[in-house]
Every structure is written in structure tokens, then in C-alpha cells.
């Protein structure tokens, strides 16, 4: 690399760095600058990014001229067709969440539960769903047999259960007939 562009600066003798700077700050056509810091690219790495820059540029002309003489109308297709793809994708992202609510609410069969579901007065913000709690309470309302009630469901024991006797001599069955003025206890 050749300085000699800085020989006008220093005359004859040496600069203090004062100097130097003030020299530097006035003169036209010379800026230093500090290549570590990232802030300058050589002329020659700007001149290779500009010609690998428009190479590219000029390959995907060719392209999209090589896809609209296959199919004219192939970027107004493929934008259709994402947009069928993301409301399919809405679709079972809604249906799942109608079913995990339907399932929290404690719904008997959600599947039939969710064809009762009005789902135009529904709004999907952030993940959760709109308008279904008052829809949830209309329906436990009116027609609460669809739902699992709060209540733990009754324990069913059958008439004449036997009590089972311990091995140890039947304290079990005398603690049960010990009201029982007809039960002898047996020694």
C-alpha cells in the first residue's frame, strides 16, 4: 500500500499528533478511517457484492420470465394456494381449541356438543377463543345434561353384599350385628 498521498501533510518534518489531526480534518480528498471497526469495505469487496448483487438480480428475472412462459398466472396461484393452505391450518386450529374447551367445561361428548357451538359468534385472539364461555353458560342453562355435573357420582353397593369375616375370629361381623338383638356372638 502507498502513503504517498499523505506526504503534502507532513511537509518536510515531523507532527505532533495535534498537528497530524488538524492537517487530516482540513485536507480534501484524505479520510482515515479504522478498518477493525467494520465501518469501511474495500473498494474492490463493494465492487465484487455489487457484481454478485445484480448476477443474482439477473438470474431471477430469468426465472420468473421462465415461470410465467410455463404458467402466466402462476404467482396468482401460488398466493391461492397458501391462502387455502392457511385457512385449512385456521380451521383445525379451531376446531381443536372448541374441543379442548368443550373437554375443560367438562362436556359428556364434545363432538356433539360442538355442533351446537355457534361458530360465527366466535373470534380466535392470541390462541383463545371468544365468545365461548357465554355460549358454555347458555347451554348448561338450558340443556345441563351435556355436561358432567360437579357432584362425585354416588357409589353403587348391591343389596347383600356379604361382610367378610377377618380370619381372626369375625369382629367384623359383630361390630356390623351389634345392634341386631337376634345375632349371637359366637365364642
Known amino acids: 500500500m ?4 499523505l506526504k503534502p501533510m507532513f511537509g518536510n518534518g515531523p507532527l505532533t499528533f495535534e498537528q497530524l489531526t488538524e492537517k487530516l480534518d ?3 480528498g484524505v479520510k482515515l478511517v479504522n478498518l477493525k471497526d ?3 469495505v474495500g473498494k474492490e469487496k463493494l465492487d465484487a457484492a455489487e457484481a454478485r448483487v445484480s448476477a443474482l438480480q439477473q438470474q431471477l428475472t430469468q426465472a420468473n420470465g421462465k415461470l410465467e412462459g410455463y404458467d402466466p ?14 385457512q385449512k391450518v385456521e380451521a383445525v386450529r379451531f376446531d381443536y381449541a372448541i374441543r379442548t374447551a368443550l373437554t375443560e367445561a367438562k362436556a359428556k361428548n364434545p363432538e356433539k356438543l360442538a355442533k351446537l357451538i355457534d361458530r360465527d359468534g366466535l373470534k380466535m385472539v392470541d390462541g383463545k377463543l371468544v365468545g365461548l364461555d357465554e355460549q358454555l353458560k347458555a347451554l348448561k342453562e338450558s340443556d345441563g345434561y351435556l355436561f358432567e355435573g360437579d357432584k ?5 353397593v348391591k343389596p347383600g353384599s356379604p361382610v367378610y369375616r377377618t380370619p381372626a375370629g369375625g369382629g367384623d361381623l359383630d361390630a356390623f350385628y351389634a345392634n341386631n ?3 349371637k356372638k359366637k365364642t
Open 2 to 5: 502507498s502513503y504517498e498521498y
Open 26 to 28: 482540513a485536507a480534501e
Open 38 to 40: 467494520g465501518g469501511y
Open 73 to 86: 398466472e402462476w404467482k396468482t396461484k401460488a398466493q391461492q394456494m397458501q391462502q387455502e393452505a392457511d
Open 152 to 156: 362425585p357420582a354416588p357409589e353403587i
Open 181 to 183: 338383638p337376634f345375632y
